[in-house]
């Protein structure tokens, strides 16, 4: 094996060794030494030169290993998912895709909610019953098929798929099934106050309700003709 011994100006020496099975290669050296931090490098021909390392940020690039493939960046739509892909935020802020699998530990929004068949739009906080052309209706005054109140902002729809046919009169609408949710009230409610339907898609407070007649019970205390307060659904 060939090597070159750099040999101290005092004591000890550097060696160099050529590979065992070395390629015949001459290595030409820079006329001058670098600057701190540069590093030799070839240009592939056997000239050495000085230069310094890249940093910082990694340049632009069009797509992002994933395990062993490649992925492309795609900003969708909140009703589609480009398969394949990496999701980006769109301008908003907001993430989307076709279905998110995973575990939620909290909610943004207070009520958990489902979609029914209406016979009508019907504005949030808007007590329905069972019944009607379709599956939900506006309620009577106390009513026992009392069905929910139309939901602000609900944490969580189930049954979001839900389709209807405008053309036969359906609309869908997502009522709260339990939480917290505003409600149209009329008369005098006390916190803890037992809600029935007052008719009219509206709320009142009940000493003695039906069975089945109670949408939930009143958070906050009102003292006006007409309204809106808050209640919970769900707690009889």
């Known amino acids: 094996m060939a090597t070159v011994k750099l040999l101290g100006s005092t004591s000890g020496y550097t060696e160099l060794a050529a590979a065992s099975a070395a390629t015949p290669t001459t290595y030409t050296l820079p006329a001058a030494d670098g600057t701190s931090g540069q590093v030799l490098a070839t240009n592939g021909s056997g000239t050495l030169s000085w230069t310094t390392p890249a940093s910082g940020t990694a340049p632009q690039a069009d797509t992002l290993k994933v395990g062993s493939s490649y992925r492309s960046a795609s900003v969708d739509v909140a009703s589609n998912g480009t398969p394949n892909t990496v999701?980006?935020?769109d301008v908003d802020g907001n993430l989307n895709a076709t279905l998110f699998q995973g575990e939620a530990t909290s909610s943004r929004y207070a009520d958990l909610a489902e979609k029914y068949v209406a016979d009508g739009q019907y504005e949030p906080?808007?007590?329905?019953?069972f019944g009607?052309?379709?599956?939900?209706?506006?309620?009577?005054e106390d009513t026992p098929r009392v069905a929910g109140v139309v939901s602000y902002n609900p944490g969580f729809i189930m049954n979001s798929q839900l389709e209807c046919s405008v053309s036969l009169g359906q609309r869908t609408a997502v009522l709260a099934l339990t939480g917290r949710v505003p409600v149209g009230v009329y008369g005098k409610v006390r916190k803890g106050d037992l809600m029935v339907s007052a008719g009219n898609g509206r709320a009142k407070a009940s000493a003695d309700p039906k069975m089945g007649s109670v949408i939930g019970k009143a958070l906050e205390d009102f003292d006006g003709e007409e309204g809106v307060i808050e209640i919970v659904v769900g707690r009889l």
């Not at 906080?125 to 019953?129: A, H, I, Q, Y």
């Open 125 to 129: 906080g808007t007590v329905l019953m």
């Open 132 to 140: 009607g052309a379709h599956e939900v209706t506006l309620a009577d």
């Open 87 to 89: 999701a980006v935020r």
